[in-house]
T-cell receptor
Framework: DQQVKQNSPSLSVQEGRISILNCDYT??????FLWYKKYPAEGPTFLIS?????DKNEDGRFTVFLNKSAKHLSLHIVPSQPGDSAVYFC?????????????FGQGTTLQVKP | EAGVTQFPSHSVIEKGQTVTLRCDPI?????LYWYRRVMGKEIKFLLH????????ESGMPNNRFLAERTGGTYSTLKVQPAELEDSGVYFC?????????????FGPGTRLTVL
């Protein structure tokens, strides 16, 4: 039973436009959410996170929005750049516990066209 | 500062054989995690070490998988005997302290192919 889902396997956007990646979760006990970015032949790297007590967190071109009632979060990248082309993974955790176990989605491959 | 390293980068073995994957975490990181991604699917948690102790091994699929972290430094993940469904990319990650609030740094992964 997959608790974190990314229903769009891929997304293609034009350079300079906004990229919106979506993620849904089912477990209401999750209280911390993260986005990781992965380039080919590399491991995932942390991008941005949000606690369940917030509904928005911004870091430069990256903003994560959390809608707890809908159990939905999204990552906005604006403006998108060709270097943003990668696989993006949404992850959730029980942040308040002492385990760092992350529950990931399947990933969304973002292609930013010049 | 060196990142998380994993060896080998690729491994191709026959069904029924044994394979051992190695992970060297970032120096000083007490927390070490193993994850696996089967082709095109989600990255799944396998287990979490704090130093040499297994903090959480709820994701280990079955008793064919054995993880060790002797001395609290590097870790090995042994699959014996390997089955076709064990194919995938095995990632190791480390963090300075435990808890999800603390960034996990991932290695490049070991791609395991079982034929």
């Amino acid at each position: 039973d997959q608790q974190v889902k990314q229903n769009s396997p891929s997304l293609s956007v034009q350079e300079g436009r906004i990229s919106i990646l979506n993620c849904d979760y089912t477990n209401s006990m999750f209280d911390y959410f993260l986005w990781y970015k992965k380039y080919p032949a590399e491991g995932p790297t942390f991008l941005i996170s949000i606690s369940s007590i917030k509904d928005k967190n911004e870091d430069g071109r990256f903003t994560v929005f959390l809608n707890k009632s809908a159990k939905h979060l999204s990552l906005h990248i604006v403006p998108s750049q060709p270097g943003d082309s990668a696989v993006y993974f949404c992850a959730a955790s029980y942040g308040s516990s002492n385990t760092g176990k992350l529950i990931f989605g399947q990933g969304t491959t973002l292609q930013v066209k010049p | 500062e060196a990142g998380v390293t994993q060896f080998p980068s690729h491994s191709v073995i026959e069904k029924g054989q044994t394979v051992t994957l190695r992970c060297d975490p970032i120096s000083g990181h007490d927390n070490l995690y193993w994850y696996r991604r089967v082709m095109g699917k989600e990255i799944k948690f396998l287990l979490h070490f704090v130093k040499e102790s297994k903090q959480d091994e709820s994701g280990m699929p079955n008793n064919r998988f054995l993880a060790e972290r002797t001395g609290g430094t590097y870790s090995t993940l042994k699959v014996q005997p390997a089955e076709l469904e064990d194919s995938g990319v095995y990632f190791c990650a480390s963090s300075l302290v435990d808890g999800a609030y603390n960034e996990q740094f991932f290695g490049p992964g070991t791609r395991l192919t079982v034929l």
